[in-house]
């Protein structure tokens, strides 16, 4: 440490001079509140001086901003609504499916008051908490029974334990799949207790080599579709249908995870036709999960459909109690399965209707904003440009929705700095840097979005 950082050390006062400062004595905060705030700029300070990144002797009027920003920012919560303009309509970092506004007083009612959870109002005792969605479930996708947990890898790991724990799981080696943040299919089968019994090869599975190892250790024959990647070229892996065939015919139950929870044929939105969960029912499988939160477009959970004797079990296995899921995941899932059962759920889910915009329309509605950025007198250029926008969230893999944008190049500064300030705006906007410019893609920012990006714009360029 050299002497000009012991002297700013120096210039520092103690917690409790700066409490006495008339701009925190006047605020409307609790003395904890302010205390721990000048503590943690202090710390902060303190810290960037020893690192050579302050080198500015102490203000009174800059730590007491300092100070005023570190309370707003608590007092918004870390947790926070942000803009999606990257084009990518289930991102997963971005908390993936968003669900349908007219929901969100429903689930607000139903959280801010006592409700029937686990209480059956008809026969006046205690009932289980996915019946509010069993009924729907079981109607959509033509299951016997159906079960909520908390997310797919939860309902993975619920059916291999309960019903296949000690015994051998045969699997497609093309089929060993990552899903996302290096949680893997072969990670989930070994915490369950089961052993996997790797067939075929990478890029080619016969329903012979499933057959060839059948012995009695085994307990299942698995299917996992692979959602998020393809293997193209010389390959082949054997349909859902003549799987659970075979299983059938040894005796065994055939689980499929799907991975995204489909209900509708995605070649109707001009996408590449993915397995629904209808379809795999209808195929024989006897366990099928799904998530909620991705081309469903509910909540997070895991969803187990199939047949009512395995679902029975699972019902009973003591793990289903930490698995479970709460209230307003509940809440959230039923009214999203309603849209289904009215047929309203290309309209009025939200990543469905984003999947389904066609680029006439992001065109419209990108021309709407650029018109808007402009008339709002920004020092900088604004385009209208054509995008590649994705499905994300692990599902349809490699492909593009064509759409538009809107290009922002400031006239002084850089579009990074631009980007890093509407990380930081009251509601962040979070975008891509393309070419030196910084892009908005409007298949993912909701109408009523526009008047914030453009209010957050304009205090980015008067900051």
Not at 225 to 253: C, M, W
């Amino acid at each position: 440490m050299n002497e000009a950082q012991k002297e700013l050390l120096r210039q520092l006062p103690d917690v409790d001079t700066l409490l006495q400062r008339s701009a925190f004595q006047s605020l409307q905060k609790s003395r904890n509140v302010v205390r721990d705030a000048i503590r943690t700029v202090l710390e902060h300070r303190r810290r960037a001086i020893l690192e050579g990144r302050w080198e500015m002797p102490f203000s009174p009027e800059l730590f007491d901003q300092a100070v005023m920003s570190h309370i707003q920012d608590a007092d918004r919560g870390h947790l926070r609504r942000v803009i999606n303009g990257t084009g990518t309509v289930l991102h997963t970092n971005l908390g993936r499916a968003v669900l349908a506004p007219e929901l969100a007083q429903n689930i607000a009612d139903l959280v801010s008051h006592y409700n029937n959870l686990e209480y059956d109002l008809t026969l006046r005792k205690r009932g289980r908490r996915d019946d509010h969605v069993r009924e729907l479930l079981c109607r959509l996708t033509e299951a016997e029974d159906a079960l909520v947990v908390n997310n797919n890898a939860a309902a993975v790991l619920l059916v291999l334990t309960s019903l296949v724990s000690g015994k051998e799981v045969v699997i497609s080696r093309g089929e060993l799949v990552e899903i996302g943040g290096s949680f893997r299919i072969p990670d989930v089968i070994e915490q369950s207790g089961c052993f996997i019994r790797e067939v075929g090869t990478t890029n080619k599975t016969h329903l012979a080599d499933y057959e060839r190892v059948i012995g009695e250790a085994t307990g299942a024959l698995m299917k996992v579709h692979t959602s998020n990647y393809r293997i193209v070229g010389f390959t082949e892996s054997v349909d859902a249908a003549d799987l659970a065939g075979l299983a059938h015919s040894k005796h065994l139950p055939c689980i499929q995870d799907l991975g995204s929870g489909l209900f509708i044929d995605l070649e109707t939105l001009g996408l590449p036709h993915e397995p629904t969960v209808r379809e795999a029912i209808s195929a024989g499988c006897d366990v099928v999960t799904f998530s909620g939160d991705k081309l469903l477009g509910g909540p997070q959970a895991g969803i187990i459909v199939g047949k009512a004797n395995y679902i029975a079990a699972m019902r009973r296995h003591p793990l289903i109690r930490a698995l479970r899921v709460d209230k307003m995941t509940l809440a959230g899932l039923e009214g999203t399965l309603r849209l289904y059962r009215d047929e309203e759920a290309l309209q009025k889910i939200p990543t469905l209707a984003a999947l389904a915009q066609s680029s006439d329309l992001c065109h419209k509605r990108g021309a709407a904003l650029a018109a808007a950025l402009a008339a709002a007198g920004l020092p900088a250029d604004i385009a209208l440009i054509e995008v590649d926008d994705s499905v994300g969230g692990g599902a349809c893999p490699g492909v593009v929705m064509p759409g538009w944008g809107v290009a922002i190049r400031p006239m002084s500064g850089s579009a990074v700095e631009l980007e890093a300030g509407l990380r930081k705006a009251d509601c962040p906007i979070i975008a891509r840097i393309q070419h030196d410019a910084l892009v908005l893609s409007v298949r993912t920012v909701a109408d009523d979005e526009f008047s914030d990006i453009v209010r957050a714009m304009k205090a980015f360029f008067q900051a």
